[in-house]
T-cell receptor
Framework: DAGVIQSPRHEVTEMGQEVTLRCKPISGHNSLFWYRQTMMRGLELLIYFNNNVPIDDSGMPEDRFSAKMPNASFSTLKIQPSEPRDSAVYFC????????????FGPGTRLTVL | KQEVTQIPAALSVPEGENLVLNCSFTDSAIYNLQWFRQDPGKGLTSLLLIQSSQREQTSGRLNASLDKSSGRSTLYIAASQPGDSATYLCAVEDWGRKLIWGLGTSLGVNP
């Protein structure tokens, strides 16, 4: 298995632009998580899905952030409009949700908003 | 509100040394505790997962312990190697099945 796949790996955009991050979870995993990592705050859970349904989006910072999971093999995290303080590394992780909750992480997308 | 703290923030040791990384959490009502490794520019790799009913887990040169009553976990690395250089993150899973993370310990092992 290729593991969790994220694209793009790097994104540089200007303030006010729309940004879309993409994630393909490991096949067969039924939970998907979006995290944001910054030096100051570390890793923060933004939202997670179970069987394609959003379960907890309390970590989504503002209405500018939205996430979708139209099917079991694809999810997007969208920021519109983007702001410089959104600059961070965004990770996607998936989990089989059987027994222990081991999560498998993608390589992340490094977002820079100028 | 659960808070996870990792001490020290950074550590540098000579190759071959045994070392201990510390993690503390404020709420003992956890589902499990997990240790991850993060290499620069890469994602996170799960190292060890300790269920709330367990006291420790071992994998190769790594041993993680859990003391829920005191809100502490340690990650012991035996005979450290330069390849162990990375950031080590501790995370507790609450009963809402969410992970709450520490800020990590950056480890450098010098040859």
């Amino acid at each position: 298995d290729a593991g969790v796949i994220q694209s793009p790996r790097h994104e540089v955009t200007e303030m006010g632009q729309e940004v879309t991050l993409r994630c393909k979870p490991i096949s067969g995993h039924n939970s998907l998580f979006w995290y944001r990592q910054t030096m100051m705050r570390g890793l923060e859970l933004l939202i997670y899905f179970n069987n394609n349904v959003p379960i907890d989006d309390s970590g989504m910072p503002e209405d500018r952030f939205s996430a979708k999971m139209p099917n079991a093999s694809f999810s997007t995290l969208k920021i519109q409009p983007s702001e410089p303080r959104d600059s961070a590394v965004y990770f996607c992780a998936s989990s089989p949700r059987t027994g222990s909750n081991e999560q498998f992480f993608g390589p992340g997308t490094r977002l820079t908003v100028l | 509100k659960q808070e996870v703290t990792q001490i020290p923030a950074a550590l540098s040791v000579p190759e071959g040394e045994n070392l201990v990384l510390n993690c503390s959490f404020t709420d003992s009502a956890i589902y499990n505790l997990q240790w991850f490794r993060q290499d620069p520019g890469k994602g996170l790799t799960s190292l060890l997962l300790i269920q709330s009913s367990q006291r420790e887990q071992t994998s190769g040169r790594l041993n993680a312990s859990l003391d829920k009553s005191s809100g502490r976990s340690t990650l012991y690395i035996a005979a450290s190697q330069p390849g162990d250089s990375a950031t080590y993150l501790c995370a507790v899973e609450d009963w809402g099945r969410k992970l709450i993370w520490g800020l990590g310990t950056s480890l450098g092992v010098n040859p």
